[in-house]
């Protein structure tokens, strides 16, 4: 049992996969910087510039070199250094990355990770605040998962490179400097399956990577007005673990959906739809859904109205209750 | 608009700048200080059927097209000589990325004729294992897998495995982005992979003046290596640059960027109508620049071939489109199992709710 | 009344369109080919290469120097000639042509048409087949819409190219040689307005593009079987005209959507969620999503199985009435 | 790895290649075949001013960040020389697309400094007006804004307007796609735009080796445009070589890229810790190639400027800097409306829904 911050445990994690020969790290400052972030910190120095590499400033062209480095029996984790600078890979990640397996009838398999810090409240300027996941999700072909602590971060970046399929990982970096206990022996839940990390009957509330902890806020104010919320962190977004939530909500009756993303179209969208088909009688208020409005994010001065917080959740817990 | 034509039936300075040229439109060898290519009569016969074959397998594929077994074709018309010679200078240990057109070095690549038309029926997206062939499965969307080769040449370099990469893409191609960030991928990191650009005067109706101000291959000097341009229309030069190039890159040299000037003879594919772009003239020109009767008419100067080679080609190309044919038309339609069986590599429930309930409808349907 | 199909219907159109002297056409062979489908035939010739722009190949190219021309004062009308190659050009659609206005406080217009024919059955190769209106529509900043007939078409494109802001239009490839008669003098609906193309009570269909074909054929066939079904084209995919697909369910209490595009975070997971937000007591049952499947788009002789048809969407329909 | 310093302070052929320089490091005028430039004591005593007070309006800017007026700050430090010698060279009627760091550019071009900062603050993405200025909005995605730029004089070209346009990027944003795509557009359609690469030799942690394996300027030539290569803490140099780029594409010649070979003094932003990647010795070198200092020697020397000159450029710049520690202090944070209000032209339903939702929430809460 270590005490680290989610920043620490993906680099412990990111450092156990490199054990494996085959296992790259490209993009842009993750060798001698160690990421702006700080994720791969060291591990140039230690894996060495054939391993661990820097690249030329161009998104499309690391993933697709990332692509042809799978073919030649490599397995790249590619770093996006914010969330908004992934789309100039989206050619290559949506018609190669998520197709070409499914192109050569199962020949050809893709072992790549991609990292993506994702998400708004640190105060940054334009393109550092995304929630970008929707558009992969939607993408056949691909798997996307977010963490939202430094136990998960330890371990779902280790099965995400062991997966044979392009995995789309996303990191909340609000979170990165928070710290856990995170336990390096113990054996970590499949990766694609969500984890209730709150129990209660009056309600549930679903979240990933940034916005577990915001439920969890939620929840615990609602305990204080005597009300049991259950809070599930999704971790898997494609798939969806949506037997977990199923679960929760018929016993619950009641969900809401919280994420920093556009709701419309967004995870939220999704989840409402598939719960409602599969608990319609169950369910005892329509699903809400707690997340970004369909404008660009704001300025830095603005995130906190934009951002949704245990506030916006509660009221939606309100609402829900209302029926 | 529309390119310039030269009177000229040749493919000469005038018109092609520094192109690198073996043998004249008459048949005969030319010397060139950079590339002092030996071939034995045996090559240039094998050279020569390895054309033939590729351009009756394409004419077949036409046909199929039109009697309905394929849903769309893409010749191959006139870039034999571009792919005949660059793909064999390539060796079976190297890998090749084409884009969509390239059916003379698949054909090189060891890729079942049959199974080469299997995307192009409308039966799968590519059917072939890239591994076994070093051939990896044709690239629709422009330019991708040129970025693509060049990973797979870094990954070469890594594991300092002998070998190098091929990358095919077109004049148009050489506008994309990805295309570019490869040429400064390959720079940076060294790597061993051969970009070789048939530059076959259009992209679908846009003539080489709207896809670039300059010929293409001098984009190279820009990014830091070399680049040469080639008769693309001349299999003899293709081969010799394209294997002086390949051997640069697995010697630790580095990438080059080989521009062969050739021309589409045909349509863009079995959909177009180039009619509506371009001038019949323009095309009489190149019929009259073909790189089969080039080869051909040094195979007779030269007595490298008599009736008789010619004769066997002939058969060979009469048993090799007769077989496709029969191919071609006894492929079955997969199943719909094969809508869900490859995306993923791993268990995916939502696949698998999705493919219980269609193949479910299905069975009730049927 | 003129009868036309829906490529001459657009043709029309954008021929209307061009009378403005500041709106352009840009793309791969719009110009001396007049597109691969024909669309803009003849353009080039009356309006001159200054206003009909061949353009190198790049997708990401075109997008980002039409926005530049639309900071000149044009009206660009970019046409990328397959669904599946909108994918190079979406960095700049999505983090320049969606958030520029926004980023300039409003300063900045970009009156800027993406023309996209999407969709399949048409019996292509890969990427010929795609439908990622789902991306566009979950981007803020931008409008998204899609024709489904050739008098939709011929007004559309026009309303389209009249707006101040950027507008995706999808262009149903596969219905692009459908004739009817055009009223070029009637007035059109709002650009952002669903229509219901059919009249019913006992359920409702809802179609965009290629899909409102088949769910007016679910219709007919539903009819002979005595059951009232009421089709809603969509037209716009954002904005949603929510409202009037909510007065429809508000009638006949059951709802189910039809895409070709995965289902899993496609517009019918949108809808979805709207709807039981809005109909919560009013629903007999969950709304049902007809779509694409969570895997790449299959090879054109598999493609029958995948595309929604007829009788998929009487599966749905008869699932709701089981409720 | 590492960039190879020159232990000369001059920056001569034999690090710049053919870098233009046309005032050395000792402030002595030097003479250059091409670039004739003729500027009186006042034109020198305004870019002194000009490079003065950007440097002054950066420090200030860090200072802000420091005391949390700012959420970031992008310094200009050592890059004065390229941005004001370009910037002066463009006229009112030409139309600049800045990356981000421009912030010289954006003084040139009359943006208010505190209105500059609004995006530093965070208050907004961007609060000028860009057809006031001249001068485009920020764009922080790399190299995105290479192909407006492009677009633009497209435009100006279609229109016939007089003007040009002055695009603005990184050695880094040299490596992407687009910048490339950019280059190949211009060249085709002969449009009327210089791109000026700040060649600051770091890309964030990353030095020009790992962009590019050749200099930078040499990759246009490959796109069928000039291009040039100048000492980019010059400022006469930057701006005699920009005036005659600018000058060219008005006349209609079509494109130019200039590289401006210069050093980013600072950190990459002010969360940077360029300790982590790069040795004090370079930073020291360059330090010792300042390009006020240069300009300063010029002014001393032939008598330009006094000691009352130099004295009221530091009282502007204490004026600048006081007025605009007043300005960025007072600027109040946007209201909640303003999530909203900019993102459609046009009325935008869910928006507005979603707009009442949030008002009225943060309403009751407040
Ligand atoms: C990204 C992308 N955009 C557009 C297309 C449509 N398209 C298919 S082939 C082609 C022209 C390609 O020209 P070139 O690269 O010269 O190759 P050629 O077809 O001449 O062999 C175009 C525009 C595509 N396949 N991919
Ligand atoms: C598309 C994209 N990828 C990554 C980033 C993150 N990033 C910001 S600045 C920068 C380095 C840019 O270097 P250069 O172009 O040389 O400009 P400089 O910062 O040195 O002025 C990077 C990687 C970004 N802003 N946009
Ligand atoms: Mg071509
Ligand atoms: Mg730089």
């Not at chain 1, 020969?21 to 791969?40: A, H, N, S």
């Not at chain 1, 334009?126 to 970008?132: A, F, I, R, V």
């Not at chain 2, 090559?43 to 077949?60: F, G, H, I, S």
């Not at chain 2, 064999?88 to 060891?110: K, S």
């Amino acid at each position: 049992m270590t005490t680290m911050t989610l920043v620490r445990a993906l680099n412990e994690g990111l450092r156990a996969a490199l054990e494996h020969p085959d296992v790259l790290i490209m993009g842009e400052d993750v060798g001698r910087l160690g990421g702006v972030f700080r994720v791969t910190d060291g591990l140039l120095k230690d894996f060495g510039d054939e391993r661990v590499i820097d690249t030329p400033l161009a998104e499309s062209g690391i993933v697709g070199t990332a692509i042809g480095l799978c073919l030649s029996g490599y397995r790249p984790i590619v770093e996006i250094q914010f969330d908004g600078f992934i789309f100039p890979a989206c050619n290559q990640i949506i018609t190669q990355l998520a197709k070409m397996r499914a192109r050569s009838l199962g020949a050809v398999t893709l072992p790549m990770v991609v990292r993506v810090p994702f998400g708004g409240g640190i105060g940054a300027v334009e393109h550092h605040s995304e929630s970008p996941e929707a558009y992969f999700a939607h993408t056949p072909g691909l798997r996307v998962v977010a963490c939202s602590n430094p136990t998960d971060a330890y371990w779902m970046i280790q099965q995400a490179v062991r997966s044979d399929d392009p995995v789309i990982f996303f990191e909340p970096k609000r979170r990165y400097w928070e710290r856990a206990d995170v336990d390096t022996a113990a054996a970590p839940p499949p990766l694609h399956q969500a984890r209730t990390v709150r129990r209660g009957t009056d309600g549930t509330l679903v979240g990933y990577g940034p916005t577990v902890r915001v439920c969890l806020e939620a929840a615990e104010i609602a305990e204080r007005e005597g009300r049991a919320l259950e809070v599930i962190d999704l971790r898997s977004l494609s798939p969806l673990d949506i037997e977990t939530v199923r679960a929760s909500v018929s016993r619950t009756g009641r969900l809401a959906v919280v994420h920093e993303a556009s709701t419309f179209l967004g995870l939220g969208a999704e989840i409402a739809a598939a719960i409602t088909e599969r608990c319609f009688y169950e369910l005892e208020a329509p699903v809400l859904r707690v997340g970004g409005y369909h404008v660009p994010y704001p300025p830095a001065r603005l995130e906190e109205y934009f951002l949704p917080d245990a506030d916006r959740v509660l009221d939606a817990v309100d609402q829900l209750l209302t029926y | 608009m529309g390119m310039q034509i030269d009177a000229d039936e040749s493919i000469g300075e005038s018109e092609y700048g520094d192109g690198v040229q073996l043998l004249a439109p008459d048949g005969r060898r030319r010397d060139h200080p950079d590339y002092p290519l030996r071939v034995t009569a045996e090559q240039c016969r094998a050279l020569y059927r390895d054309m033939v074959l590729t351009r009756r397998l394409d004419a077949e594929a036409v046909l199929l097209q039109r009697q309905g077994e394929l849903g769309m074709w893409i010749p191959s018309l006139g870039q034999e000589a571009a792919q005949i010679g660059s793909a064999r200078a390539a060796r079976p240990g190297d890998h090749v990325f084409p884009a969509y057109r390239e059916h003379g070095v698949a054909l090189c690549r060891g890729v079942e004729p049959a199974t080469l038309m299997g995307l192009f029926r409308g039966v799968n997206h590519g059917g072939w294992d890239p591994a076994t062939h070093g051939f990896h499965l044709y690239t629709i969307v422009i330019g991708s897998q040129v970025l693509h080769a060049t990973g797979y040449a870094m990954g070469l370099r890594k594991r300092g495995t002998e070998g190098a990469v091929l990358a095919y893409f077109g004049d148009g191609a050489a506008s994309q982005g990805d295309v570019n960030e490869a040429f400064n991928f390959a720079a940076v990191f060294d790597a061993p992979v051969v970009f070789f650009c048939q530059n076959n005067q259009w992209a679908i109706s846009e003539p080489n003046e709207r896809q670039t101000r300059v010929p293409i291959y001098q984009r190279a000097a820009g990014y830091g290596f070399p680049s040469v341009r080639v008769d693309g229309n001349d299999v003899l030069a293709c081969l010799a640059v394209t294997a002086s190039a390949l051997e640069r890159a697995r010697g630790g040299g580095g990438p080059t960027l080989v521009e062969a000037v050739t021309y589409r003879m045909g349509p863009h594919t079995t959909a177009d109508d180039p009619s509506r772009y371009r001038r019949p003239e323009e095309v009489e020109l190149w019929a009259r620049r073909d790189p089969i009767e080039r080869l051909r008419r040094l195979l007779v100067a030269e007595a490298y071939a008599g009736d008789d080679f010619f004769a066997e080609v002939r058969r060979d190309a009469d048993e090799l489109t007769a077989g496709l044919r029969v191919a071609v038309r006894g492929m079955p339609d997969p199943s719909p199992e094969a809508i869900f069986a490859h995306a993923y590599a791993e268990p995916h429930p939502l696949v698998q709710e999705h493919a219980a309930a269609a193949l479910a409808a299905i069975g009730a349907d049927a």
